[in-house]
């Protein structure tokens, strides 16, 4: 059984920072894309980046700059590092896994496979 489960999330401060993980299983996620994104109350659920297999990585406008994601197939784990975190960035946060073909699928929601439940990420001024 393929499972997702992503942890880290909180209340911060605008300015500080957080690191979010997702720790997978049940499936070798090595050829698989891995993306982190997000929905606010009221809003679409919005891309914020994601890293292929060989370790490329994409970002969204918004938070390029200050957010980092890695990835480590040993420990089946990708990390969302997050820096100077703003009221804006006040979000449940997503884990998800797609078959990571070409980069052009990884800012789409419908392309992914699998995803975990979500993490509250609360930013306060």
């Known amino acids: 059984q393929v499972q997702l489960v992503e942890s880290g999330g909180g209340l911060v401060q605008a300015g500080g920072s957080l690191r979010l993980s997702c720790e997978y299983s049940g499936r070798t996620f090595s050829n698989y894309a891995m993306g982190w994104f997000r929905q606010a109350p009221g809003n679409e659920r919005e891309f914020v980046a994601a890293i292929g297999r060989s370790g490329s990585t994409l970002y969204a406008g918004s938070v390029k700059g200050r957010f980092t994601i890695s990835r480590d197939n040993a420990k089946n784990t990708v990390l969302l590092q997050m820096n100077s975190l703003e009221a804006e960035d006040t979000a449940v946060y997503f884990c998800?896994?797609?078959?990571?073909?070409?980069?052009?699928?990884?800012?789409?929601?419908?392309?992914?496979?699998?995803w975990g439940q979500g993490t509250q990420v609360t930013v306060s001024s």
């Open positions: 998800a896994a797609v078959r990571s073909y070409s980069s052009s699928t990884w800012s789409y929601p419908r392309a992914y496979d699998y």
